[in-house]
């Protein structure tokens, strides 16, 4: 299983529109076939940092997943709302086996 962990840091004033931003990329994202999860994650002290937790079923489908018009849009959407670039860590996922 390809796990990611996406860290997000966004503008004070962009807040809500990210939020609606990325609500449209995670619906798209689970209907993707090799989606296992897709959370969005919002730190509660604060509300400009995000974690997307991502998980797809093999490294060929979290590829898939970056050529998706959601993700394309998304991205391109959310790009001025940045308050630093996006970073991205992969982990190895143990448990739950599939």
């Not at 619906?27 to 797809?56: H, M, T, W």
Request: hydrophobic residues 35%; contains cysteine; negative net charge.
């Amino acid at each position: 299983m390809d796990v990611t962990l996406v860290h997000v840091y966004v503008k004070p004033e962009n807040v809500h529109d990210f939020i609606e931003a990325i609500h449209l990329n995670h619906e798209g994202s689970i209907q993707e076939g090799g989606n296992r999860r897709f959370d969005v994650l919002q730190d509660p002290v604060d509300a400009c940092k995000f974690i997307l937790y991502e998980s797809y079923a093999s490294e060929e489908d979290a590829a898939a997943h970056k050529r998706t018009e959601h993700y394309l849009n998304w991205r391109k959407t959310v790009a001025p709302m940045m308050a630093q670039p996006r970073e991205g860590v992969k982990y190895k996922c143990l448990f739950p086996k599939y």
